[in-house]
């Protein structure tokens, strides 16, 4: 299994919206409404922020939502602040009991 | 609130075997629904999945990793354990274990360093 394909960055100015995508093939993210994403702050554990697609963990702001095109899945993160300015991850389960990560992404917030 | 702490040895030989411990509090290991994990970090680098274990003992693991990982569950101490053999400096990375449900982890622990070298 290769890992899901994500942008190495992208930027955004506080108050704007960002968008990160997330790639994979028909084998994981196309086959299955199991996409995770997780926020790394330096030094820190990941953080869950968005699972199955689109649901939101109790506790994480709504200016995060996830949603999912085909084989793509993408993070949005609207009212960008500083606190944001950290690497994300994607995740999708791939089918027999298997899981892939995508590469990461860092945002930075400008 | 459920809490993941991971324990072992910073530092491995090359050839040898990683050995790794993840004591679970404020939860039992033997809920049902959710499996138990790992996931590494490679210094500067992505996140990997290394493979699952359901309380029963049930294991998956990353078909890139499998000759070489096993996972273990003792329900009795609430712990689940990684061995991964034959390691080489590629294996140095920040080793997370978490709580896992199919497509997501959910609480990590804070991760221990783990380098391989002589």
């Known amino acids: 299994q290769s890992a899901l394909t994500q942008p190495a960055s992208v930027s955004g100015s506080p108050g704007q919206s960002i968008t990160i995508s997330c790639t994979g093939t028909?084998?994981?993210?196309?086959?299955?409404?199991?996409v995770s994403w997780y926020q790394q702050h330096p030094g820190k554990a990941p953080k869950l922020m968005i699972y199955e697609v689109s649901k939101r963990p109790s506790g994480v702001s709504n200016r995060f939502s996830g949603s999912k095109s085909g084989n793509t899945a993408s993070l949005t993160i609207s009212g960008l602040q500083a606190e944001d300015e950290a690497d994300y991850y994607c995740?999708?389960?791939?089918?027999?009991?298997?899981?892939?990560f995508g590469g990461g992404t860092k945002l930075t917030v400008l | 609130q459920l809490q993941l702490q991971e324990s072992g040895p910073g530092l491995v030989k090359p050839s040898e075997t990683l050995s790794l411990t993840c004591t679970v509090s404020?939860?039992?290991?033997?809920?049902?629904?959710?499996?138990w994990g790992w996931i590494r970090q490679p210094p500067g680098k992505g996140l990997e999945w290394i493979g699952s274990i359901y309380y029963s003992g049930s294991t998956y693991y990353n078909p890139s990793l499998k000759s070489r990982v096993t996972i273990s569950v003792d329900t009795s101490k609430n712990q689940f354990s990684l061995k991964l053999s034959s390691v080489t400096a590629a294996d140095t990375a920040v080793y997370y274990c978490a709580r896992h449900v199919p497509d997501w982890f959910d609480p990590w622990g804070q991760g221990t360093l783990v380098t391989v070298s002589s």
């Open positions: 995740c999708s389960y791939a089918g027999s009991s298997n899981v892939v």
């Open positions: 404020g939860g039992s290991i033997s809920s049902s629904s959710y499996y």
């Open positions: 028909s084998s994981d993210v196309g086959s299955y409404n199991l």
